[in-house]
């Protein structure tokens, strides 16, 4: 008998299902609030040289603030003043005619920077500046961000395969808050970039263990409805981003505005169940009866005891899987595992990389900031109701390869397009962007159930989590060619994508199978696996169905 037999004696998807999903919204709200964070607190805003050490005895009293810096800070063609240098003395002459400053000795700002604080109370620009030389710490920061979150992606993994979910989701929720709270309050970048590596590393536990939770607790049927739905809570998130930074404009507390609603997802874990699956694998079947119990009771299934036995369950936890412990070798160990892990892994890092590289650049729409970062969340609600619907019409595979060749088609198409057509630009720009989350909301769902349970941490989401961070990580640092080449990071990021989508095009679809729990299911054909929910209902259920006679 499989797991999902047990669970559809429960009703697979009713009250207990539903409330799961509900307690874990708040936990996975915050998670875009801080992936995505540095589009605000890493902003550089407009600034030139302090240039009061020119003011000797008051010459610049009678003078605008134009004029001060006229005589001051040298000026670029476009008329905009230069932001890293400034005058050796003041060039009062420039006030009659400032067309050629390129003979006039220049020096680097002696005094620090001014800054325009109309956007930005402070970010991590103004307060440590950030500017010039060592301008790309800001991006520098999201990257240690992420690296921070692909080490905790494998930390996370390992233990909560060893411990559980529900243990490891009170670490990552507590740990969060800790560091998160630290890095707001730091007084150096030297001492900020450590604290916001291990807030990444704590929220990855958050993102792997939320989503396992909910797709092992529900049927087979409604697995692509609880994956959509629960990266919804991505965009809600997303969005609330947009606005929180748009009242909350000083740095420190937007990073603790933004962590706050991880209290309420502490105060409210000890309702959160372990998963039944995991019990099972694991040889905890007593702890797993009674947790499916109670969901056979609130869903208003009273005659589960009667169905199911605990003798049950200790059919399907098998001894060799109860005592073993899977290491990364396992995962290559065996052919068909061995050709998954690599192309899974290649899909992950191209969908990551593409994501965050359209996501952590919203400066060039031409619109105001808040209003590009609104406009790239929203687009990501239709993007997962279409995503929900071709999941279930078409497929994983399909929805997976579409959702990322289209994405980089749409950067190659503002690659080549002229920058006169602004409009189409902008709506293509939008378009990829959903197309780009509709490729991550996949992923997310398709290696969940590509993998078996026995170890869907340490890879489904675990090691790919891992490499999707590293594309992740990387972005930002792709970013900075830009100065060799401005079109080169769209050139690498559209490639990544259609690399990625190639690539998925080799994966097994997915949809309405059974998941794997052991090694040897991965290695028998998925067609041996295959169920609708109809069939899974005529099974006798006190007949355990050999997985090489399964329909």
Same mark, same amino acid.
């Given at each position: 008998?499989? /797991? ?12 207990? *299902? ?19 964070? @540095? ?15 020119? #003011? ?8 605008? *603030? ?24 003041? *060039? /009062?002459?420039?006030?009659?005619? $400032? ?10 700002? *002696? @005094?620090? =920077? ?7 109370? $402070? ?14 710490? @800001?991006? &520098? ?17 390992? +233990? ?36 916001? /590596? ?29 994956? %959509? ?6 965009? %809600? ?31 409210? =874990? ?32 009273? #005659? ?38 690599? +192309? ?34 929203? !687009? ?39 920058? #006169? ?74 490639? +990544?994508?259609? !690399? ?5 095009? +080799?994966?097994?679809?997915?949809? @309405? ?33 050999? &997985?090489?006679?399964?329909?």
């Amino acid at each position: 008998m499989k /797991f999902e037999n047990i669970l559809a004696e429960t009703d697979g998807f009713g009250r207990y *299902q539903i409330a799961i999903v509900a307690l874990l919204v708040f936990p996975r709200i915050t998670l875009p609030c801080h992936f995505l964070l @540095n589009n605000f607190i890493g902003a550089i805003p407009s600034h030139h040289c302090d240039i009061s050490s020119l #003011d000797n005895d008051g010459v610049f009293e009678n003078l605008t *603030q134009q004029e001060r810096l006229t005589v001051s800070v040298p000026q670029h063609e476009d008329g905009t003043f230069d932001s890293c240098q400034m005058f050796s003395e003041p *060039q /009062f002459h420039l006030l009659g005619n $400032s067309s050629n400053t390129t003979e006039l000795p220049v020096v680097q700002c *002696q @005094n620090g =920077w001014q800054y325009d604080h109309s956007t930005f109370k $402070s970010t991590l620009a103004t307060q440590f500046d950030l500017v010039c030389d060592t301008k790309g710490l @800001n991006k &520098a920061s999201a990257t240690i961000f992420f690296i921070g979150v692909m080490f905790g992606a494998v930390f996370f993994g390992i +233990l909560s395969d060893k411990y559980g979910r529900k243990k490891m989701l009170l670490v990552s929720y507590v740990s969060s808050i800790v560091f998160s709270v630290a890095s707001a309050f730091s007084t150096s970048f030297m001492m900020f970039a450590p604290f916001r /590596f291990l807030t990444g590393f704590s929220l990855a536990g958050i993102s792997i263990i939320s989503i396992v939770l909910s797709i092992e607790w529900v049927d087979i049927e409604h697995r692509t409805f609880i994956g %959509v739905i629960g990266s919804m809570s991505w965009s %809600v998130g997303n969005l609330l981003l947009a606005g929180i930074a748009y009242l909350v404009t000083d740095w420190r507390m937007l990073v603790i505005a933004v962590t706050t609603p991880l209290l309420l997802a502490t105060a409210t =874990w000890w309702w959160v169940p372990e998963s039944a699956r995991w019990l099972i694998v694991s040889g905890q079947t007593h702890r797993a009866y009674s947790s499916l119990k109670r969901c056979a009771s609130l869903n208003g299934r009273g #005659d589960f005891t009667s169905k199911i036995r605990l003798e049950t369950l200790s059919t399907i936890a098998k001894t060799n899987t109860q005592d073993r412990i899977y290491t990364y070798l396992d995962l290559v160990k065996t052919p068909r595992l061995r050709r998954l892990t690599l +192309l899974s892994g290649i899909v992950w890092y191209g969908v990551a990389s593409t994501y965050y590289g359209i996501s952590l650049n919203i400066t060039g729409f031409g619109l105001d900031l808040y209003l590009t970062c609104f406009i790239y969340a929203a !687009i990501e609600v239709p993007a997962k109701i279409l995503v929900y619907i071709s999941l279930k019409k078409i497929g994983r595979r399909p929805t997976q390869v579409g959702t990322l060749l289209l994405t980089g088609i749409c950067i190659i198409i503002n690659i080549v397009m002229p920058k #006169d057509y602004w409009t189409f630009r902008t709506v293509v720009a939008v378009l990829g962007k959903g197309l780009s989350e509709a490729s991550f909301t996949t992923v997310f769902l398709y290696t969940t159930e590509l993998y078996p349970t026995v170890l869907r941490r340490q890879n489904g989401i675990g090691l790919n989590s891992f490499l999707a961070r590293l594309g992740a990580s990387i972005s930002p640092l792709i970013m900075l060619l830009e100065d060799l080449w401005l079109l080169l990071p769209q050139v690498i990021f559209g490639m +990544l994508a259609i !690399i990625s989508g190639l690539m998925a095009c +080799l994966l097994q679809e997915t949809n @309405n199978t059974r998941l794997p729990e052991t090694i040897e299911d991965i290695e028998q054909t998925r067609r041996s696996l295959c169920i609708t929910s109809q069939e899974q209902n005529e099974i006798p259920l006190k007949t355990a169905v050999p &997985a090489d006679k399964a329909p």
